[in-house]
């Protein structure tokens, strides 16, 4: 069974800085590409950053771009999202996924494995 749990959510005021993380067992992310999707009350789920297998290939939403950073260590098996300078319409749940291939995808449906997501709530 492949587990995605994300942690590093809360309570931020609009500036500050949040740095999610998304541990995985059953599995090893290694050779894997992973993702960070967010959905807001009553939006559709969007995606937000990706990273290839080897970590050498990054991809964002133009809204985060500068402001969002993800990255891994395999030798954790979690993938990471710095986000700096929040602002209050980055408030969302953030979840992680798992893509069984080595190239990124901005798309959610090509993401194999996901997590439960956590909260981010941007205060103005």
């Known amino acids: 069974q492949v587990l995605l749990v994300e942690a590093g959510g809360g309570l931020v005021q609009a500036g500050g800085s949040l740095r999610l993380s998304c541990e995985v067992s059953?599995?090893?992310?290694?050779?894997?590409?992973m993702g960070w999707f967010r959905q807001a009350p009553g939006k559709e789920r969007e995606f937000v950053a990706a990273?290839?297998?080897?970590?050498?290939?990054?991809s964002y939403l133009d809204s985060v771009k500068g402001r969002v950073a993800i990255s891994r260590d395999d030798t954790k098996n979690t993938v990471y999202l710095q986000m700096n300078l929040l602002k209050p319409e980055d408030t969302a749940s953030y979840y992680c996924?798992?893509?069984?291939?080595?190239?990124?995808?901005?798309?959610?449906?090509?993401?194999?494995?996901w997590g439960q997501g956590t909260q981010v709530t941007v205060s103005s």
């Open positions: 059953g599995r090893t992310i290694y050779s894997n590409a």
């Open positions: 990273i290839n297998w080897s970590g050498h290939d990054t």
């Open positions: 996924a798992f893509r069984t291939s080595r190239d990124l995808t901005l798309n959610s449906q090509e993401y194999q494995y």
